[in-house]
């Protein structure tokens, strides 16, 4: 009976530090989990705040059209530079340093937005640490038409 207490003494005192290899173990792949879910939300975030300005700086271009009255009816023509003009102006108010990379209208009615902006990680990334960029684009028609 002694040597069974002593073999058991034994072995206890033998896995003592194993505990410590494995909470330190855990405790990294927590840190690493933590630091991948930041990097992930603020890249959505990014986005789609990047979604938004694309949508609002369509919204604004499709304002630039110019008026044309033709037998009795009020017609809203829209072109490529009052679209990038109000697109642009729009963006460099709220954008963040995005800026616009096309701006037009395909028939004359709807305007057509892209934006680009940089995201750089919040935190430590080791898949992209120089960051990435980010692009949108959205389409808005006159309402006049």
């Given at each position: 009976m002694r040597r069974l207490h002593r073999r058991i003494v034994r072995t206890a005192r033998g896995d003592a530090g194993s505990v410590l290899l494995l909470t330190l173990g855990y405790a990294a792949l927590a840190i690493v989990a933590i630091l991948v879910c930041v990097n992930a939300t603020s890249l959505y975030l990014a986005q789609k705040r990047?979604?938004?300005?694309?949508?609002?700086?369509?919204?604004?271009?499709?304002?630039?059209?110019?008026?044309?009255?033709?037998a009795g009816r009020i017609h809203a023509d829209l072109d490529d530079a009052g679209v990038r003009d109000q697109a642009e102006a729009?963006?460099?108010?709220?954008?963040?340093?995005?800026?616009?990379?096309?701006?037009?209208?395909?028939?004359?009615?709807?305007?057509?937005v892209t934006v680009r902006a940089?995201?750089?990680?919040?935190?430590?990334?080791?898949?992209?640490?120089?960051?990435?960029?980010l692009q949108a684009t959205a389409t808005s028609r006159?309402?006049?038409?």
């Open positions: 990047l979604d938004g300005l694309a949508d609002a700086a369509a919204l604004a271009g499709a304002d630039g059209y110019t008026l044309r009255v033709e729009l963006v460099a108010v709220v954008g963040d340093g995005a800026v616009v990379v096309t701006a037009g209208t395909a028939d004359g009615t709807s305007a057509r940089d995201w750089h990680p919040p935190l430590l990334s080791l898949f992209v640490p120089d960051g990435l960029a006159t309402a006049l038409n």
